[in-house]
């Protein structure tokens, strides 16, 4: 998992706030919306250009707001994320768009996909929190396809 702190943060943050980066992603409250976040994963989504069919793994999902933008630009997208509350926001919010995706709770150390079996790997504000972050990036390089791509 993350880390024991980080764990009880993030498990506190979803039972405390609910979907809270969907809320701030797409609300049109200026009193939730936050541009920050949305201009973050809008460099993302730039970055990564065409992605129809690709395999894209999201390390660090949260509540899959960002897994979700990915979604929609029609790519095979795997979110992967210790907190099953963040995830069953994320499944939960897929549905009402009518989205498809796989989610996977898991620890982000030890991710539960083949070798190269990712065309994408994408862990966005995830490394900041980690207690390892070298054996987090060496976990994302061993699910990558030799010509893929780590954000």
């Not at 200026?30 to 994963?41: E, S, T």
């Not at 989610?103 to 190269?116: H, K, Q, W």
Request: include cysteine; proline fraction near 2%.
């Amino acid at each position: 998992m993350i880390g024991i702190k980080s764990m009880q943060t993030d498990f506190k943050k979803y039972k405390e706030k609910g979907d809270i980066h969907w809320q701030e992603a797409f609300s049109r409250s200026p009193f939730k919306f936050n541009a920050y976040l949305i201009a973050r994963y809008k460099m993302v989504l730039d970055f990564l250009g065409d992605i129809k069919e690709k395999t894209v793994v999201d390390i660090g999902a949260g509540d899959c707001a960002l897994t979700s933008l990915i979604a929609e630009k029609s790519a095979n997208i795997i979110a992967i994320d210790g907190s099953k509350e963040g995830l069953e926001y994320g499944k939960k919010n897929f549905e009402k768009k009518e989205l498809k995706g796989e989610f996977l709770t898991a620890d982000i150390y030890n991710i539960p996909l083949a070798d190269s079996s990712a065309d994408i790997v994408i862990s966005s504000d995830v490394i900041e929190h980690l207690d390892k972050p070298e054996k987090h990036l060496e976990e994302a390089a061993r699910i990558l396809k030799k010509s893929g791509t780590i954000v």
